[in-house]
């Protein structure tokens, strides 16, 4: 069974700091790795998506890849208080274009 | 970029009837459409996927009779809760996948959900 797992939370970090989320998948066939940011009673949006190992920056976000520890995460930099979401780390299978969503971690930017 | 507009945004029915809720690719032809459930404080769990032009597949679990989903055309997906429920009570968000598509902008763009009341 597909599983992406995700620490709940919640993550508070103070305003300007850096948020470290993390994210890590069963499935080694996995190819697409996406973060998306869901705000209460909101749809997801998405953030950035990563598909090969290594870091992708758009911003101040930073999405890493490590297919080999199966291990995905999202850094941002010079958090704000807007930021305060849930975030959902979500992964596509080989040949299938489902996702397969972990349950989210609450981050909390501190004033 | 690619945008997928899910109404209503909110609904609120009795219990025993019928509610259906579209969603539309409004500037790509979404060939895929996914369909979600989301209870308080769960993550999203996917309920169906459809096709344009054919029937949708349904994960273990969920009642295809109930929850009635058509794809007929590329810009199109409905799905209608049939005798809803206090237990269907949910946040029910569809999501668009485009075909040949630019893969930055049109993988996976989600409607805004429709929250849905049964009373």
């Known amino acids: 069974q597909k599983e992406v797992e995700q620490n709940s939370g919640p993550l508070s970090v103070p305003e300007g700091a850096i948020a470290s989320l993390n994210c890590t998948y069963s499935?080694?066939?996995?190819?697409?790795f996406f973060w998306y940011r869901q705000y209460s009673g909101k749809s997801p949006e998405l953030i950035m998506f990563?598909?090969?190992?290594g870091d992708k920056e758009d911003g101040r976000f930073t999405a890493q890849l490590n297919k080999a520890s199966q291990y995905v995460s999202l850094l941002i930099r010079d958090s704000q208080p807007s930021d305060s979401a849930t975030y959902l780390c979500?992964?596509?299978?080989?040949?299938?274009?489902?996702?397969?969503f972990g349950k989210g971690t609450k981050l909390s930017v501190i004033p | 970029g690619a945008v997928v507009s899910q109404h209503p945004s909110w609904v609120i029915c009795k219990s025993g009837t019928s509610v259906k809720i579209e969603c539309r690719s409004l500037?790509?032809?979404?060939?895929?459409m996914f369909w979600y459930r989301q209870f308080p404080k769960q993550s999203l769990m996917l309920m169906a996927t459809?096709?344009?032009?054919?029937?949708?597949?349904?994960e273990q679990g969920v009642e295809k009779d109930k929850f009635l989903i058509n794809h007929a055309s590329l810009t199109l997906s409905t799905l209608t809760v049939t005798s809803a429920h206090p237990e269907d009570s949910s946040f029910y968000i569809c999501?668009?996948?485009?075909?040949?598509?630019?893969?930055?902008?049109?993988?996976?763009?989600f409607g805004s959900g429709t929250r849905l009341t049964v009373v």
């Open positions: 499935d080694r066939g996995s190819q697409s």
């Open positions: 459809s096709n344009e032009g054919s029937k949708a597949t349904y």
């Open positions: 999501s668009a996948r485009s075909f040949g598509g630019d893969r930055e902008n049109y993988g996976y763009t």
């Open positions: 990563i598909y090969s190992n």
């Open positions: 500037d790509f032809q979404a060939t895929t």
């Open positions: 979500a992964a596509s299978g080989a040949g299938s274009y489902q996702l397969t």
